[in-house]
Structures are given as C-alpha cells and as structure tokens.
C-alpha cells in the first residue's frame, strides 16, 4: 500500500476515535436530559377576553355565564382551571399540560328561551416547544347567524408570545413552572369557535398560570407496601359509626370572593389550620364526630380557617367549622371573628342533606343547595339577606380508615387567590441543567470541544502536510 494512503487511512481513524471520544463525554449529558417529568397540580388563570365579558353582561346581550367542572373566579374578570396534568422537560423546555373546568357563556335571549350567544370553553392545555406556545380548549358553540353548534375538542385557540423567556430548567431545582401574564392571539381555528364574534389575531386576554413538577418517583419498598396491605386489613376489621376522617368543602359565596379580590375591597383570603383552597371553594378537613345510621344523624366538626381582608374594614375569619345533619336537614356553623369579636358556633347557612348512606366507607353530601341563615346574615355585616342562595355544602366523612375522600381541585403549591402580575418562569439556564445532570461542569465541557477541535485541526493540517510530500 503506497505510504500517503497508509497515513490517511491512519489520520481517518484517529480522527474518528477523537469524535467518538467526544460523543461519549457528552451522551451522559443527552441521557440525562432525555426524561421528562410529569406536572401534576396546579392552576391556569385566564379571562377569555374582558370586553367579551363586560359585552356580554351588559344592556345589549343582557347575558351570564356560569362556572363547570370544578373552574372559579378570581380577581374582577379572570376564570380559575385547575387540577394541572401532564409532562415537562428541563433539557428542552418542552412543556405540556391540561387542566379541569370550564366556562358557559349565554346572551340574547330568544323568544323560544334558547340564547343567540351560547359558548363553552372548557379544558385549556397550554403546549410550549421550540420558544412558541399554544392555548387549546374544547369549545361548543352556537354560530352568529345561522343557530348552528359545533362541538370540537382541543381546538388550537390562541397563540402564546414567551417573549423570550427560557423554559429550560435544572433537573434538581426546578420544581415549578410559572408563567404569568403570556400576551395571547386568536388563531384563526379559534375565531371560528369564537362563534365569529371576533377575527384572527385580535388580543384576548392574557395567560398566566403554575404548574407542580413532580420528582422522580422511587420504586416503593417492601416494607411500604406491607404496611399498606396491613392497613387495608385493619380498615376491613374496624368499620363504624366513628368518623374517622372527613372534610367540608364550601365556597362561602362566588360573588363574596369576587368582592374579596376586585377593584373594590382590593383584597385577599389566607388559610390557616389545614385548610385549602380549591379555586371555587375551601376545604375544612380532619373531620372527627359519630354517624348514626339508624337516627339519620350526622355530627362532625373540622379543621382550618379563612380569613378575608380588603378595604373599606373587610376583616373576617371562619374557623372551627362543624356540620350537623338530622332529619334530612344539614346545618353548618363556624367561629366567626369580625370586627375584634368571635361569635363562636354561629349557625351561617341549612341546607337539604337527604338520606345518609354509607357506600365504600364513606358517608357523602354533595353540593347540596345553601341557604343564609340570620345570623348568618348579620356575621356578614347584612352584605346579605337572610334567605340569600349561598354557595353549595359538599360533606364527605369516612366510617374506614382506608376510604378515600373525594379529590379536591388541585392548585399547586404556589397558588393564591389574586393573579401575579410580573412575567416570569422558574426555570433555569441550559448551561445550569448541563452541570447538574452530567456531572461535568459547563467549562469541562466546553474545554473538551475545543480540545477535540484542536485534535481535528492538527489531523487536516497533517493530511495536507502528507500531500505536499507526495
């Protein structure tokens, strides 16, 4: 073999090493960054589009809207989804997620009791990849003019500006994503959902939204799950009317927190004692009490508080919640502190509990209609009258020890009553999730590139060097 062959023959496979070499310093790194990870918990706050709204309840279309599956109001003119599920990816800053609840809008009612305008949007999934984002909504709808609805899933609603912000994250730091006030667009899908009301690239309100991200799960021990099948013995052997767990969930009253939070009192609601907030209602949990199948009796009292303050002297507390139910009839009470001054066991609102029944262990009232009582009335400073619709009563008391209570709507970690107003994401740099993940620091890295590029160099500068000789 003539020698200038032989040396490039040998300079191609030296060549070759060098980048394989290469390859397998930094593979750990793409391994590493190839997991996504799941979101789980966690709330998106949007308002459609405010003049919509205010058009909408106006003296024209004389219309409302009303909340679906679980979605709140919060603010003066935002919907609360919660309950945020799906996958994000720190190396990419891929992120994707769905979330619960919905919003039926209805205007210009017809001589026949059906609307002109009749819209629901429901489930939004915001999808963020290569620096562009996108807001998805199941949307059913009636047509401007013609009367036809149309009924389609996960329709690309609006486009998300990020405005440059990175998405990518540390893998061992990053354990929230939040986004807050994305300026969004109508595409040109969602203003044919939009019922033609308005046209392609018209601003709608802006998105923001927090979402969990789980840890990596760990495989469960031996140990964990003997104690767990030893639990659920124990629950089959210790079956009673003793309550065992239990929670009252209540929203007090839609438009009290709305008050709570808008342009009036300017306000907010904190939670203390276990208590949580579900977007459209609060969880007061730990119930302890008896339940008498027999009597259809039931006598629970709960855990937790909340406490509304604003402006113009809005300070109120309810704490030390309890529910009764006899004959049918639930009643429910609380502490109420205003003003310096607790009424303790103030009875605030009755409402139908029906017949009682335990089923799986678990005895249940869900969404029963509230009704103010006087002193009801006069705990809340007589904003309402005695006999006002108040936000419905769910009960949910466990008779086993292993019975699960229902799922509350979750809001993430990081959620709170009122929107955040500065954009952000907590997220961290590319350069910081190579570091941590690979175990090579970002300027190992980058010396090992430029050693390689030097390797590379001095082999062509030799195959040109051997062909001068030749």
Known sequence: ?????????????FAVAAFTA??????????AHAAARTVQGGRLDWGVKSSFQSYLTGPIAKGSYSLTGGAATVGASQFRFHSARGSYDGSTGAFSSSFSGGVHFVGHKK????YELDMTISNPTVRIAGGAGTLYVDVVSRAKGTGAVTSSRQVPFASLSLGGIDMKGDEATTNTVTLNNLPATLTSQGARSFAG???AGTALDPVTLSADVAPKRATPSATATKKAESKKEEAKQDASGEVRDGAVDWGVRRTFREYVTGDIAQGEWNLGGGARDGGALFRFPKGEGTYDKKKQSLDAEFTGSVRFTGKHGLDLRLGGVTVSVDDGKGTLRADVTSGGRTAEGTALVTFKAGALAAKGGLVEV???PATLTAAGAKAFGGM??????MDPVSVAVALDADAKLPALPDLGESASPGPSTSPSVAAKSAAAAVSSRSGIGGGAVAGLVAAV?????????LVVRSRRKA
Do not use: C, H, K, W
Not at 1 to 13: D, F, G, S, T
């Open 197 to 199: 009301y308005y046209t």
């Open 1 to 13: 073999m003539p020698r200038r062959a032989r040396i490039q023959i040998r300079l191609r496979v």
């Open 366 to 368: 869900s969404e029963a």
């Open 22 to 31: 290469l390859l397998g310093a930094l593979l750990p790194v793409a391994d």
């Open 453 to 461: 590029v030097v390797v590379l160099a001095g082999a062509g500068f």
């Open 111 to 114: 001589s026949d009791g059906s």
């Open 384 to 389: 309402y009258q005695a006999g006002a619709a």
